[in-house]
T-cell receptor, first 109, second 116 residues
Framework: GQQVMQIPQYQHVQEGEDFTTYCNSSTTLSNIQWYKQRPGGHPVFLIQLVKSGEVKKQKRLTFQFGEAKKNSSLHITATQTTDVGTYFCAGEGTYKYIFGTGTRLKVLA | KAGVTQTPRYLIKTRGQQVTLSCSPISGHRSVSWYQQTPGQGLQFLFEYFSETQRNKGNFPGRFSGRQFSNSRSEMNVSTLELGDSALYLC???????????????FGSGTQLSVL
C-alpha cells in the first residue's frame, strides 16, 4: 500500500542552526500538507502544497514540493526554541490523508 | 469560533472492557475523521464520517467502530480492549467539501487511552 516516510526520525539542533525534514511517498501525490505537533499537543496545520515544484515560505519556514510530486521538504532557518515539536507531512491516499512517520525536533538553547 | 472538542481527555480501562470517545467538530464542519497515535506507529487513520455516513475506513479491526450524529458530533467505540489499544486518539474536523485528503484538518486535543 501507499507509504509516506519521513527522515530523519529525530533531530537535535543548537538554537540558531538550520533544520530540514524530508518526506517521501511511494506514489505520486496530488497535494501534500504539513502539520506541527508540540509536545503534549495536537497536530496543527501549517501549509498545503499542490503544484509540482512549488515553494512556499512562512517566515523562517520554507516548504518545497518535488517536481515529480513524490517528495517534499520543510526547512527551518535559524531555529528557535519555539520550533520544538514533531513535524508531520501528510499525503493524499486512498483513505483521506496518510501521515508520515514524523520528525521530532529538539532545539538546545 | 470554538475548536474541535474531544472528551474525555484521559481514560484508564482494563483489558476486555469497551470505551466510547466523543468528538465535537468546529461549527459548520461536516466531516470528522479519527486517528490513532502511538509512539511507534505515528498517526494511523481509523475512519471518516461525513453527513452521518462512514465515507472512508482505515485498516483496523472491527472492534473499532464509530458513528456520526445529525449535528456532526461523532463518537468512536472500541470493544474488547487490548493492551495494544493504548494510544492517543485524535479526531479532526474539516468542511467535508473535498474528498480523499484535499482539506485542511483541524485536530482536537485527543483522548489519551490507557489499557491495563
Amino acid at each position: 500500500g501507499q507509504q509516506v516516510m519521513q527522515i530523519p526520525q529525530y533531530q537535535h539542533v543548537q538554537e540558531g542552526e538550520d533544520f530540514t525534514t524530508y518526506c517521501n511517498s511511494s506514489t505520486t501525490l496530488s497535494n501534500i500538507q504539513w502539520y506541527k505537533q508540540r509536545p503534549g499537543g495536537h497536530p496543527v496545520f501549517l501549509i498545503q502544497l499542490v503544484k509540482s515544484g512549488e515553494v512556499k515560505k512562512q517566515k523562517r519556514l520554507t516548504f518545497q514540493f518535488g517536481e515529480a510530486k513524490k517528495n517534499s521538504s520543510l526547512h527551518i532557518t535559524a531555529t528557535q526554541t519555539t520550533d520544538v515539536g514533531t513535524y508531520f507531512c501528510a499525503g493524499e491516499g486512498t483513505y483521506k490523508y496518510i501521515f508520515g512517520t514524523g520528525t521530532r525536533l529538539k532545539v538546545l538553547a | 469560533k470554538a475548536g474541535v472538542t474531544q472528551t474525555p481527555r484521559y481514560l484508564i480501562k482494563t483489558r476486555g472492557q469497551q470505551v466510547t470517545l466523543s468528538c465535537s467538530p468546529i461549527s459548520g464542519h461536516r466531516s470528522v475523521s479519527w486517528y490513532q497515535q502511538t509512539p511507534g506507529q505515528g498517526l494511523q487513520f481509523l475512519f471518516e464520517y461525513f453527513s452521518e455516513t462512514q465515507r472512508n475506513k482505515g485498516n483496523f479491526p472491527g472492534r473499532f467502530s464509530g458513528r456520526q450524529f445529525s449535528n456532526s458530533r461523532s463518537e468512536m467505540n472500541v470493544s474488547t480492549l487490548e493492551l495494544g489499544d493504548s494510544a492517543l486518539y485524535l479526531c479532526a474536523s474539516s468542511l467535508g467539501q473535498g474528498s480523499g485528503g484535499t482539506e485542511k484538518l483541524f485536530f482536537g486535543s485527543g483522548t489519551q487511552l490507557s489499557v491495563l
